[in-house]
Each structure stands twice: as C-alpha cells, then as structure tokens.
C-alpha cells in the first residue's frame, strides 16, 4: 500500500503563482509514475501534468508553459509548480501515483485526499 499526502497552497489571484506537494509513503519502491490530475463539477478528472521514471514529464495542453512537474526519487516527493494561473484553472487536485506509466484517462494506483484549488481575485 501507498499513502499520498499533499500539501501547499489552495488560493491564489489570477496571475499570481502556488507550488503543491505530494509526498509518497509506504511500499513506494515499485512506483513508477506520479502526478497530478484535477476535476471541475460534471467534469471527468483529467490530467494536469505527469512524471514518469523520475524524468519524462507531460502536460495537458491546456497548462503547458505554466506547469513544471518534479519529482525527487530519494525521497518520493513531487513538486508542481503553477505560474499565471487563471480563472479556469479552479479545480480539486488530486495527487496519483502507479506502477505503469498510462497516466492518460483516469488512472489506476493511489490518490492523495484531494484538495480544492481557487483561482479568484
């Protein structure tokens, strides 16, 4: 079993820039993937930004150019930074973690507890 912990802020003004966590505890030496994904009311959750063997990263296209994704291996934790951040960009985001590297769709493994994120003035 895998625990996924996040942390980080939740709110922040249009434009203006957060960093969330995600800390991985437990059998996590078999984890192969980590990212995160996000989910607006009567929407599907979808993916935000992966990183697959600690390295090869991808962006949905709707965040690329204000999302870096990384990940330290020694210690299982993962970083997402989001710059200029938009109105839309209000969701719940959810930490994930698995053993393969599909990360398209809604993917198998663990999920952190989830955490709302607003982007208003």
């Known amino acids: 079993q895998v625990q996924l912990v996040e942390s980080g802020g939740g709110l922040v003004q249009p434009g203006g820039s957060l960093r969330r966590f995600c800390a991985a505890s437990?059998?996590?030496?078999?984890?192969?993937?980590m990212g995160w994904y996000r989910q607006a009311p009567g929407k599907q959750r979808e993916l935000v930004a992966v990183?697959?063997?600690?390295?090869?990263?991808t962006y949905a296209d709707s965040v690329k150019g204000r999302i870096n994704i990384f990940r330290d291996n020694a210690d299982n934790t993962m970083y997402l930074q989001m710059n200029n951040r938009l109105p839309e960009d209000t969701n719940v985001y959810y930490c994930?973690?698995?053993?393969?590297?599909?990360?398209?769709?809604?993917?198998?493994?663990?999920w952190g507890q989830g955490t709302q994120v607003t982007v208003s003035s």
């Open positions: 437990g059998n996590i030496f078999s984890i192969n993937r």
């Open positions: 990183i697959i063997s600690g390295s090869t990263t």
């Open positions: 994930n973690a698995g053993v393969n590297s599909a990360a398209w769709g809604y993917p198998d493994g663990y």
